[in-house]
């Protein structure tokens, strides 16, 4: 008995929209609800390798009134793992019955068809459909190719397609499992109040928030919150681990999080690889330790401006962390770099201890013994902290790519002629504010760097000509300068860059007062002899004796190779102070969360400081000499003034549970 003959044609429908993964036995276990399921038939597509469902299947019942029972169903009864199928009867196939005269007449039907078809299939792709229409084109879309439609939307758009109709707020849901990355850029922008109140601010925010991870995203790998922080509390962090438990990037820069919700959060996500926590000051070193302990796979990790974080528990951080920005931890020193340059040897890439104003000589000489992988590495704004002698010792990092060392008071011009002799991979160094110490002969020192790209020397004001031109000469690969601010720097030495660097792409000499219209000159001739890909050069030279007029005649007479802006870019005063601020902070490394360390700073702030007329703000001021800011920290060995086995203790804590105040009083 062939499958036509069971239960004959009349009980027999034709099933569309079936998920893929849907074998057999489900689908008849699914029919089995509304009668005696026969038989099944699911058409598979064959591939080269294997065979998968092509979403159709046929479904014989034992009478026609199951058939009829089908059909009379709801959306909500015949929906499949979250998707509708679609019911129809099934058609009959007798063509092996049929004479030749028959025949021929169907094939030619057949062949109309198909013409029918593929001219459908071209209107389809080439003619713009009112989606207002019920028989509009994309209602005929199977469910795969709406989802796929779907997640190329961006957020709004996605939200928006839910209230088109019941069919495709189903599967716009659907759409979210597929979403691997999430981000709220731009998504706010131009949104007025919903209240009226200007003073009612517009974000995201924790129900808006919960209400998008609530409909899926238990595949989602990337979330950026860094544009809309500001609303978000730490119940969006909590939901967080409980619906994204396979999370791999997660920017929380700006988010209001506490050390017990790090925590919870590192405990749920623990495929964790790349964090970013900018700017989160509740987080202290309990959080961090809770973040290093459970999530062993981190990789790359940015932590600027953690004011409460000393960098204890670098010991516990991923040996293969290959990224660490601590720029602005101010209480970061020696110690903490010593965990860290112990742990991640030979893997660490890219570290940035910017105005970090604890590190010393120490710490670099660490660097350059452990970390000789280094590739990226910033040391900006140390002001007083390290000497000239430690900085040559970076030399020893011959594989440094990128090397900052701006408004840093020890760059000298023997830290620049080491850094040229060995380091021959670099392609960006800034020295920019580094005007004590920097001349004619460290600059010429940087011609060893060959492979120079990126070179900036904003406010150089010991520097030449005769220092620029070696480095001219030998970097011919150099495709950006800033110089801002270097008042020795004239038309000769531009003349030397502008013949001898035909890579350049921008020029930034705001502030440069020797410079005159020949300089322009020397551009436009030297751009004629450039190949065209290489040919765009972007000039900026406000604040010079270059004439506004003649820069935009230059300008129209190069065929668009230069673009020249006559704005002034240079800041009149640009020097660092050279007395920094070293003052302690007092806030507590135990605090739970942040409403501790509003009390502590209740304490330091007296209420009757608050609320102050004018005429006694001098009153208040003499007052608060008694908290003695510019007290520099005292040496290491000075404030581990509880033995050595106690320090060690405390490092290798397993719990930091255990770090009462009381008792791990280490400062």
Known sequence: MGRQEIGGNEAKIMVKNIPFKVKMPELRRFFGSFGKVVDVYLLQEHLQHKSRSKGMAFVTFRTPEEVKRVMAATEQELTLRERVL??????????????????????????????????????????TYDLSEDDAVIHKLYDEILIK????????????????????????????????????????????????????????????????LLRGCRNLRSLDLSSSPHLLTYRSIELIGKRCTRLENINLTGVSIINKTLQQLSQSCNKLKKLILQRCLGVGEKGFWWLFHNCPMLEYIDIRESKRFRGKCFHILNQSCHTVIASGCSRLDDA??????????THLKCLDLSYCYHITDKSLRLLAQHCTQLNKL?????????????????SHLTELVELRLSQNAAVNDEVLVKVGQNCKKLR???VSGCYDGIHDAGLQGLAGCMQLGIININYL?????????????????????TARGCALLTDEGMLHLANQCSLLQEVDVSGCEKLTNAMLDSFLLSRQNVEEENANLYLTVGGTDIEADYAKQVEQSSDGRLSIATYNLAVAIKRFCTEAF??????????????????????????????????????????????????PLPAI??????GEDFVNDYLDADDPSMWEEEEWMLS
Do not use: H
Not at 637 to 642: P, Q, S
């Open 86 to 127: 679609r019911i129809e009867y099934a058609e009959p196939r007798n063509n092996k019955q049929l004479s030749k005269a028959q025949k021929y007449n169907l094939d030619s039907k057949n062949k109309k068809q198909e013409q029918f078809e593929d001219a459908c299939d071209r209107e389809l792709f080439t003619t």
């Open 149 to 212: 439609i779907f997640v190329l939307l961006d957020l709004k758009d996605r939200l928006v397609v839910e209230r088109v109709c019941k069919r495709w707020y189903n599967v716009a849901k659907a759409s979210w499992q597929s979403v691997e990355y999430l981000t709220f850029t731009n998504i706010f922008k131009g949104l007025k109040f919903a209240t009226g109140d200007s003073s009612s601010p517009v974000g995201l925010t924790d129900e808006i928030f919960r209400s998008i």
């Open 336 to 345: 903490s770099i010593y965990e860290l340059t112990a742990k991640c040897t």
């Open 378 to 394: 910033d040391l900006s704004g140390l002001v007083q902290t390290v000497s000239p002698t430690g900085l040559c010792s970076l």
């Open 428 to 430: 960006l160094i800034d």
């Open 461 to 481: 004001d010991q520097i030449s000509d005769e220092g620029l031109k070696p480095l001219a000469n030998s970097c011919s690969q150099l495709k950006k300068i």
């Open 582 to 631: 070293f003052g302690s902070d007092d806030v507590s490394d135990d605090e739970e969360d942040a409403e501790e360390a509003v009390a502590a700073a209740e304490e330091m702030w007296p209420d009757e400081f608050m609320g102050l007329p004018p005429e006694q703000f001098a009153d208040a001021d003499a007052q608060m000499e008694q908290f003695n800011f510019a007290n």
């Open 637 to 642: 060995e000075e404030r581990w003034d509880v």
